[in-house]
């Protein structure tokens, strides 16, 4: 069965940064575009960054363009997100998901609080 | 890059039936059929409940249908269950660059 695990999020100060990972299981990860998608607390989902499966294509939400840096290794069925200068309205859960029609598959995000 | 655009809440009795809107623009919702709908419950991740406009994947019930109209889609919930309260968020293919845009999630209450 396709599973993903995020993990890697925390407590952080605004400016700081920290390396999201996800790891994925039960499918062939590296024939998969990828998609982190984010929820403030109480609010919408939020597309924040796309890889396609070769990393090729590389794309960013305007809030956390020049910010945030999205990566995968195919090898290790893995995909990260380096999420620097945080600020306080970064606070979310953050997904990885595939988004992809029918074959789509989310974790179970992990939650960046941007607090001093 | 903005977002879907979804009530905020709606409600319903159990057995009737609700549709909840999400309107977007000729840039995502409008040009492509490529909109999907998910239910989210508190604490959880989103389940994908609708995709490609008006698909069901296996396993979700058929009182779960979509459809779409210009630039707006909608989900219907027919014999509301209890258990059908919940967020529900749609989310639209936008183009290359900007490939993903949702809405900003409806509060189902089931009365």
């Known amino acids: 069965e396709p599973q993903l695990v995020e993990s890697g999020g925390g407590l952080v100060q605004p400016g700081g940064s920290l390396k999201l990972s996800c790891a994925a299981s039960?499918?062939?990860?590296?024939?998969?575009?990828m998609n982190w998608v984010r929820q403030a607390p109480g609010k919408g989902l939020e597309w924040v960054s796309y890889?396609?499966?070769?990393?090729?294509?590389?794309y960013y939400a305007d809030s956390v363009k020049g910010r945030f840096i999205v990566s995968r290794d195919n090898a290790k069925n893995s995909l990260y997100l380096q999420v620097n200068s945080l600020r306080d309205e970064d606070t979310a859960v953050f997904y990885c998901?595939?988004?992809?029609?029918?074959?789509?598959?989310w974790g179970q995000g992990t939650l960046v609080t941007v607090s001093s | 890059q903005s977002a879907l655009t979804q009530p905020a809440s709606v409600s319903g009795s159990p057995g009737q039936s609700i549709t909840i809107s999400c309107t977007g623009t000729?840039?995502?919702?409008?040009?492509?059929?490529?909109v999907s709908w998910y239910q989210q419950h508190p604490g959880k991740a989103p389940q994908l409940i609708i995709y490609?406009?008006?698909k069901r994947p296996s396993g979700v019930s058929s009182r779960f249908s979509g459809s779409k109209s210009g630039n707006t889609a909608s989900l219907t919930i027919s014999g509301l269950q209890a258990e059908d309260e919940a967020d529900y968020h749609c989310?639209?293919?936008?183009?290359?660059?900007?490939?993903?845009?949702f809405g900003g999630g409806t509060k189902l209450t089931v009365l």
């Open positions: 998901a595939t988004l992809a029609g029918n074959r789509d598959y």
């Open positions: 039960g499918f062939i990860f590296s024939n998969f575009d």
């Open positions: 890889i396609s499966s070769t990393s090729r294509s590389i």
């Open positions: 000729s840039s995502d919702v409008g040009n492509y059929n490529l």
């Open positions: 490609d406009v008006l």
């Open positions: 989310c639209s293919y936008a183009g290359s660059t900007t490939p993903w845009v």
